[in-house]
Protein backbone atom coordinates (compact mmCIF):
# COMPACT_ATOMS: atom_id res chain seq x y z
CA UNK A 1 0.00 0.00 0.00
CA UNK A 2 1.58 3.00 -1.04
CA UNK A 3 1.33 6.16 1.74
CA UNK A 4 2.73 9.97 1.10
CA UNK A 5 2.40 11.26 4.61
CA UNK A 6 3.39 15.03 4.49
CA UNK A 7 4.46 17.18 7.72
CA UNK A 8 5.99 20.57 9.05
CA UNK A 9 2.67 22.55 7.67
CA UNK A 10 1.16 25.12 10.20
CA UNK A 11 1.30 28.64 10.99
CA UNK A 12 3.99 30.77 9.71
CA UNK A 13 4.47 34.78 9.91
CA UNK A 14 5.01 36.96 6.46
CA UNK A 15 8.89 36.84 6.02
CA UNK A 16 8.91 33.29 8.00
CA UNK A 17 10.42 30.14 6.76
CA UNK A 18 8.77 26.45 7.11
CA UNK A 19 9.64 23.42 5.81
CA UNK A 20 7.45 20.88 4.65
CA UNK A 21 8.48 16.91 4.77
CA UNK A 22 6.70 14.03 2.37
CA UNK A 23 7.66 10.55 3.97
CA UNK A 24 6.87 7.93 1.53
CA UNK A 25 6.11 4.20 1.74
CA UNK A 26 4.83 1.04 -0.36
CA UNK A 27 6.63 2.21 -3.43
CA UNK A 28 10.19 2.46 -5.12
CA UNK A 29 10.64 5.88 -4.62
CA UNK A 30 14.14 5.92 -6.95
CA UNK A 31 11.40 5.48 -9.48
CA UNK A 32 8.94 8.43 -8.84
CA UNK A 33 9.71 12.12 -9.55
CA UNK A 34 7.67 13.96 -6.86
CA UNK A 35 6.26 17.00 -6.98
CA UNK A 36 4.36 19.57 -4.27
CA UNK A 37 0.93 21.07 -4.83
CA UNK A 38 -1.23 23.45 -3.32
CA UNK A 39 -4.80 24.44 -2.92
CA UNK A 40 -6.44 27.73 -1.52
CA UNK A 41 -10.54 28.17 -0.60
CA UNK A 42 -11.85 28.67 -3.79
CA UNK A 43 -8.96 27.74 -6.15
CA UNK A 44 -7.49 24.86 -8.33
CA UNK A 45 -4.87 22.53 -7.41
CA UNK A 46 -1.56 24.53 -8.63
CA UNK A 47 1.94 22.96 -9.19
CA UNK A 48 4.33 24.46 -6.87
CA UNK A 49 7.49 22.46 -7.40
CA UNK A 50 9.04 19.07 -8.58
CA UNK A 51 12.11 16.97 -8.31
CA UNK A 52 13.28 14.60 -10.82
CA UNK A 53 14.03 10.55 -9.77
CA UNK A 54 17.56 11.52 -9.63
CA UNK A 55 17.05 14.67 -7.86
CA UNK A 56 19.06 16.31 -10.71
CA UNK A 57 15.84 18.45 -12.36
CA UNK A 58 13.69 20.16 -10.53
CA UNK A 59 11.26 23.21 -10.99
CA UNK A 60 8.91 25.67 -10.29
CA UNK A 61 6.24 27.40 -10.34
CA UNK A 62 7.03 31.15 -10.84
CA UNK A 63 5.57 33.10 -7.56
CA UNK A 64 7.97 30.81 -5.81
CA UNK A 65 11.17 30.93 -7.26
CA UNK A 66 14.08 32.33 -5.51
CA UNK A 67 11.75 31.42 -2.24
CA UNK A 68 10.50 27.87 -2.25
CA UNK A 69 13.29 24.84 -2.61
CA UNK A 70 12.40 21.10 -3.07
CA UNK A 71 15.01 18.18 -1.73
CA UNK A 72 14.83 14.70 -1.91
CA UNK A 73 16.56 12.15 -0.12
CA UNK A 74 16.38 8.55 -1.67
CA UNK A 75 17.52 6.54 1.02
CA UNK A 76 14.92 8.43 3.59
CA UNK A 77 12.35 8.07 0.90
CA UNK A 78 11.46 11.72 1.75
CA UNK A 79 10.96 14.76 0.02
CA UNK A 80 10.83 18.28 1.24
CA UNK A 81 9.97 21.91 0.66
CA UNK A 82 11.60 24.36 1.68
CA UNK A 83 9.53 27.89 1.87
CA UNK A 84 11.03 31.29 3.08
CA UNK A 85 10.38 34.65 2.40
CA UNK A 86 6.41 33.51 3.24
CA UNK A 87 3.77 35.18 1.57
CA UNK A 88 0.01 35.57 3.25
CA UNK A 89 -0.61 34.44 -0.64
CA UNK A 90 1.13 31.26 0.35
CA UNK A 91 -1.24 30.06 2.51
CA UNK A 92 -3.41 27.05 1.62
CA UNK A 93 -3.13 23.09 1.45
CA UNK A 94 0.08 21.03 0.86
CA UNK A 95 0.04 18.47 -0.96
CA UNK A 96 3.00 15.87 -2.03
CA UNK A 97 2.65 13.52 -5.21
CA UNK A 98 4.11 10.86 -6.71
CA UNK A 99 4.68 10.68 -11.03
CA UNK A 100 6.16 7.45 -11.98
CA UNK A 101 5.92 7.94 -15.72
CA UNK A 102 7.91 11.29 -15.75
CA UNK A 103 11.10 9.35 -16.63
CA UNK A 104 13.89 11.78 -15.61
CA UNK A 105 11.71 14.86 -16.12
CA UNK A 106 8.84 17.05 -13.52
CA UNK A 107 5.76 17.15 -14.86
CA UNK A 108 3.34 20.03 -13.89
CA UNK A 109 -0.46 18.60 -14.28
CA UNK A 110 -1.83 17.41 -11.07
CA UNK A 111 -3.19 14.24 -13.56
CA UNK A 112 -0.14 13.45 -13.61
CA UNK A 113 0.83 12.37 -10.74
CA UNK A 114 -0.28 8.88 -9.38
CA UNK A 115 -0.23 9.34 -5.91
CA UNK A 116 -1.04 12.02 -3.48
CA UNK A 117 -0.67 11.98 0.22
CA UNK A 118 -3.42 13.81 2.00
CA UNK A 119 -2.10 17.73 2.62
CA UNK A 120 -0.91 20.00 5.06
CA UNK A 121 -2.15 23.31 6.16
CA UNK A 122 -0.45 26.23 5.83
CA UNK A 123 -1.27 29.72 6.70
CA UNK A 124 0.57 32.55 6.28
CA UNK A 125 -0.30 35.46 8.57
CA UNK A 126 0.49 39.19 7.37
Known amino acids: QVQLRESGGGLGQAGGSLRLSCAAS????????MGWFRQAPGKEREFVAG????????DYLDPVKGRFTISRDNAQNTVYLQMSSLKPEDTAVYYC???????????????????WGQGTQVTVSS
Open 97 to 115: AADRQAGNVVRDRWNQYEY
Open 26 to 33: GLTFTSYA
Open 51 to 58: ISRSGVVR
